[in-house]
């Protein structure tokens, strides 16, 4: 079966240290690979995407994340989180014709001043 | 460009009542999408308009849900007769045409409580 697993429903870091969300997928085609952040009263906004290339793809607002086919994992990381980054994070797989994202969880980050 | 945009920000109703969402995409988008989103989920996808016609549904969405995007802007999703288990975050999100999932553009919902 087609998921993606956010094995942390939270994470908290202190405000300057570096940050990995993990993520996790089972799906049977060549993923298309997505973080999204949600922020209180905010629609989700894309970070980075993974389509085919170099497994280290660079976003917005400083993150990066890494695709490894053989772990079948697209963890994000940040070197140094600012409390403006304190959000929901969510993980999505397609197959970049279908339109039906699948979504993790989703992994609340905070910051600690 | 002033984003998505959706209507009410928040919806509450007894059980039973019919409820109406409203969904502004952005002007020059083709496609607009409708997800649920439940407390401490991600998104779950419940339909797809590529201008006026609806070209996927999920199973999710019960005879009592029903979208329509009559002209191809806006879009109103329905639900009647609702239930407890409505209760949810109803998101839309909208992307241009050619576009694949990268070009998801989403507002900031409705939030629907079922009493």
């Known amino acids: 079966a087609q998921s993606v697993t956010q094995p942390d429903i939270h994470i908290t870091v202190s405000e300057g240290a570096s940050l990995e969300l993990r993520c996790n997928y089972s799906?049977?085609?060549?993923?298309?690979l997505f973080w999204y952040v949600q922020s209180p009263g905010q629609g989700l906004q894309l970070l980075l995407k993974?389509?085919?290339?170099d497994t280290l793809v660079q976003g917005i607002k400083g993150f990066e994340a890494e695709f490894k086919r053989s772990q079948s994992s697209f963890n994000l990381r940040k070197p140094s989180v600012h409390w403006s980054d304190a959000a929901e994070y969510f993980c999505a797989v397609g197959d970049g014709s279908n339109y039906q994202l699948i979504w993790g969880a989703g992994t609340k980050l905070i910051i600690k001043p | 460009d002033t984003g998505v945009s959706q209507n009410p920000r928040h919806k509450i109703t007894k059980r039973g009542q019919n409820v109406t969402f409203r969904c502004d995409p952005i002007s020059e988008h083709n496609r607009l999408y409708w997800y649920r989103q439940t407390l401490g989920q991600g998104p779950e996808f419940l339909t797809y308009?590529?201008?006026?016609?609806?070209?996927?549904k999920s199973r999710l969405l019960s005879d009592r849900f029903s979208a329509e995007r009559p002209k191809g802007s806006f879009s109103t999703l329905e639900i009647q007769r609702t239930e407890q288990g409505d209760s949810a975050m109803y998101l839309c999100a909208s992307s241009p045409e050619g576009a694949t999932n990268e070009k998801l553009f989403f507002g900031s919902g409705t939030q629907l409580s079922v009493l």
């Open positions: 308009f590529q201008n006026e016609a609806q070209l996927e």
């Open positions: 993974y389509f085919s290339g």
């Open positions: 799906y049977g085609a060549t993923p298309y």
